[in-house]
């Protein structure tokens, strides 16, 4: 089955809540229209209405099954309400001036809908860089309990094989423990998008076949990754073609139950990762899905600027089988 007529079938009918704090971009409402038409989703669009109801009237789509919020027109009960949470959230280092203006933000006002629980999760980036999405969620949503940072994977699609590629998004050079917790979360969630985890953290050396502190540095989270989630299939180092290729795989790592049939790939720092999915996207005709934000304690979603309303759509449903997933 397709991957994403896979993930419709999770989430159909279950009312999942998600944010969008650009509701006033005509993509973010056109995939809106198209999640509540579907039954994928319960959209809440921050925006002013007026301007909202307009664009929808010349795209041509109704706004059945979604909700429209102007932050500026929220009561100051609500406000304050949210005001205390960050305040309470964020143990001192924001003041309620600080958090009241924040909430002016609507990425701000958005995340703390998540974290208060008033939706299940959040959809940004359409129109705003990536960090405007990032650091509120880091701020207010956190990491989930023994998680220190959050990573970006992106799924790899092409006809029936599947993959997921991390970090290609927000770390730049993680280290040792960094880059063990991104492998064993990126097991995580493979699972998710129906990959079943086999985790191989790459390199340009193969089972000690080079020597060098970058080789050395994937060798030990490679080590700690396997005392983190013992159950789940994880090895290296190894390059790109033992992980993916049986033959090479039995010459290179014969001991191992991860090289030659790998199905997520943990480059080791971010040029190599970015560089890495862009080349299967535009060479190997792969479609990338993604970025996938993973280790946070609820689920946020961060969107190209250059996203069209089928990309929104996407993320959109991706974001709700991670809140899916968190309620289970």
């Excluded at 396997?226 to 014969?254: C, L, N, R």
């Amino acid at each position: 089955m397709d991957l994403f007529e896979s993930l419709k079938s999770k989430i159909k009918g279950r009312k999942i809540k998600l944010v969008f704090p650009e509701g006033e971009d005509e993509r973010i409402i056109s995939a809106a229209s198209r999640l509540a038409a579907d039954d994928l989703a319960f959209p809440i669009l921050l925006g002013n209405e007026d301007e909202i109801r307009a664009t929808a009237k010349a795209l041509g789509v109704d706004l059945d099954g979604i909700e429209i919020v102007d932050i500026e027109k929220v009561s100051g009960e609500v406000r304050q309400q949210m005001v205390q949470a960050i305040v309470e959230r964020r143990k001192g280092k924001t003041t309620a001036e600080q958090a009241s203006e924040w909430l002016k933000d609507p990425n701000y006002f958005g995340t703390t809908m998540v974290y208060m629980g008033d939706v299940d999760g959040m959809v940004s980036g359409a129109a705003h860089p990536t960090g405007d999405t990032v650091r509120p969620a880091l701020q207010i949503i956190k990491t989930k309990p023994g998680v220190k940072l959050i990573s970006g994977s992106f799924v790899m699609q092409k006809g029936d094989e599947r993959y997921l590629f991390a970090d290609c998004a927000i770390n730049i050079n993680p280290n040792e423990q960094q880059l063990a917790e991104i492998a064993v979360e990126s097991g995580k969630t493979a699972r998710l998008f129906d990959i079943d985890p086999r985790v191989a953290l790459l390199s340009f050396s193969t089972d000690g076949s080079a020597k060098s502190p970058e080789v050395e540095k994937v060798h030990n989270a490679t080590k700690l990754a396997q005392e983190m989630d013992p159950a789940m299939p994880i090895d290296g180092e190894m390059q790109f073609d033992a992980a993916i290729v049986p033959s090479v795989a039995k010459a290179k790592f014969p001991g191992s139950d991860v090289a030659g049939n790998a199905t997520v790939f943990v480059f080791p720092e971010l040029e190599a990762g970015n560089i890495g999915y862009k080349i299967a996207q535009r060479l190997g005709g792969f479609e990338a899905i993604g970025p996938i934000l993973q280790g946070l304690n609820k689920p946020v979603s961060d969107l190209s600027r250059g996203c069209n309303a089928e990309d929104v759509y996407k993320v959109a449903i991706i974001t709700a089988t991670q809140a899916l997933a968190d309620e289970a």
